[in-house]
């Protein structure tokens, strides 16, 4: 078993066993983290170029200390102080990576489709750390593990998607991956914010969270991202708090097992209470530690590919 | 393919209880005597022989797992990732006196890992390497300290060891191509 791919660009691409297996691998990766020394070697001498057009403080740091913890060389390019600003084109940053012998770059970018149009490009493994509103996959795959590790499977799991689904990546790619593991998908948000003809992604659609809590086991929250202005689509952050704000009141209604996740940053008192977001069902913080092993998984599954690159 | 079985289920069992006599008379401290297996056979063996010396001296053996795939020389030069499987070493391993099992030792490269895999939790007193088969054509300079059984092979030849905790019985096979 391997992946096909050079590149991890979406869940979309990925077979339902391409999914396991890297959910397979991240478990010895999350064990390395016990130990004094949590770096191994499998990827000595390969450079990993971790290329940012959008601003990140986790997904970035999570890249980073992957790839340090597998040996590996990081370089970070921030695009506020690169020559992109001079106006040079992402082919021409990805043939510039490419002369520089980049074995991997990690991409995040505002366009959907940019990791795709530089994974054509270059010869080096791309890996999307988000494109646009299109797809996040390593977030999903993260997403999937930790709800893999506390109820042991994925299928027949009743997941919520709770919030900004128009805009968000992690929506998607939660969407396609979940759906391959054999887990229901429901929604959840103001109609302004559930894109039209979302339910040909094979998600069931809710515009009232109070409606399905009940038979749910894991509600992953997404983010309210002002800087979208997402404001404007809905009246007021006060009254989407009470509509689809996850909050005690209720957790009450929910089953004891119900798992909340968000991807962080967390702005607490909007689509999460804080007594929720520290709340013992909360695994938040989990997702974290659970992302790095993640993209430990990738980046070690994806190196062989890297190792056949002819520069 | 010729297929000769070079070791059988009471063989292998004597090997292991002699290895075991071994260990015990070179007058480790049995307090910090410890057992890493090598997985995945290494294990199965470890466990056997910490059965056997706490059967002598009465004093259990803790057994680790070592998974090597991280520490491999080879990850340049295979395109499909070899599959990571479990490394659970739960004690510590500052100034123990290791025993490191494996089944069959080649070329060396594989103890060349799992040494660095081991240095990695730590800095033991000792490290001495049990294996079961011992079939020569080092490639590194390392030697075993107690072996099963040692065999002469050609490069071509295939070793394959069997054991009871997966598969139907103990034996291991030697297997040669043609030619």
């Not at chain 1, 391997?2 to 590149?7: G, P, Q, R, Y």
């Not at chain 2, 005597?33 to 056997?52: N, P, S």
Request: glycine share 6%.
């Amino acid at each position: 078993m391997e992946l096909k791919s050079k590149d991890l660009l979406g869940l979309e691409y990925l077979s339902r066993k391409e999914i396991q297996l890297i959910l397979d691998t991240t478990i010895p990766f999350k064990n390395l983290f016990t130990r004094s020394v949590k770096k191994v070697p499998p990827l000595r001498g390969k450079t990993v170029v971790i290329l940012f057009y959008e601003p990140s403080t986790r997904t970035r740091a999570s890249f980073e200390l992957a790839a340090k913890r597998l040996n590996a060389d990081t370089l970070n390019i921030t695009v506020s102080s690169s020559s992109v600003v001079k106006g040079e084109s992402l082919i021409d940053t990805g043939k510039t990576l490419e002369a520089m012998k980049a074995d991997f770059v990690v991409i995040r970018h505002g366009m959907a489709g940019a990791a795709h149009l530089l994974a054509r490009t270059v010869k080096a493994s791309v890996i999307n750390a988000g494109d646009g509103s299109h797809e996040h996959p390593t977030q999903g795959l993260l997403d999937m593990f930790t709800m893999r590790e506390k109820f042991g499977s994925i299928s027949g799991l009743k997941v919520a998607i709770v919030g900004d689904i128009l805009h968000s990546r992690v929506a998607r790619s939660n969407i396609w991956g979940l759906n391959k593991m054999g887990a229901k998908v429901y929604v959840v948000g103001p109609s302004t914010l559930i894109p039209k003809f979302i339910e040909d992604l094979n998600v069931t659609v809710c515009y009232n969270l109070k409606e399905i809590i009940g038979e749910l086991d894991v509600v992953n929250i997404l983010r309210i991202q002002k800087e979208r202005t997402v404001e404007s689509l809905f009246p007021s952050l006060h009254e989407y708090h009470k509509i689809f704000g996850v909050t005690e009141e209720m957790l009450g209604k929910s089953k004891k097992s119900l798992l909340i996740m968000h991807p962080g940053p967390m702005n607490r008192g909007i689509e999460i209470s804080s007594v929720v977001a520290d709340s013992e069902r909360s695994v938040i913080t989990e997702q974290v530690t659970n992302g790095i092993a993640v993209r430990m998984s990738i980046l070690y599954l994806l190196g062989g590919k890297a190792s056949e690159i002819n520069y | 393919m010729k297929k000769n079985i070079i070791m059988n289920e009471k063989e292998i069992y004597r090997a292991i209880k002699r290895m075991s006599h071994e260990i015990v008379e070179k007058n480790y401290a049995m307090k910090n005597l410890v057992m890493i297996g090598i997985q995945t056979e290494g294990v199965f063996l470890a466990r056997r022989i910490a059965k056997e010396i706490e059967n002598i001296e009465g004093k259990k053996i803790p057994v680790g797992v070592l998974d090597i795939t991280f520490y491999r020389d080879d990850a340049d030069s295979i395109a499909n990732q070899p599959k990571v499987r479990e490394t659970n070493i739960p004690f510590n391993i500052k100034n123990k006196v290791i025993v490191l099992v494996d089944d069959v030792l080649f070329a060396g490269r594989t103890v060349r890992a799992a040494l660095d895999g081991i240095m990695d939790f730590g800095r033991p007193k000792i490290i001495r390497l049990a294996v079961l088969v011992d079939r020569g054509l080092r490639e590194l300079p390392i030697r075993p300290d107690f072996v099963g059984k040692k065999i002469t092979t050609t490069p071509k030849d295939r070793i394959v060891v069997e054991l009871k905790e997966t598969k139907k019985n103990d034996r291991v096979i030697l297997q040669v191509k043609p030619g």
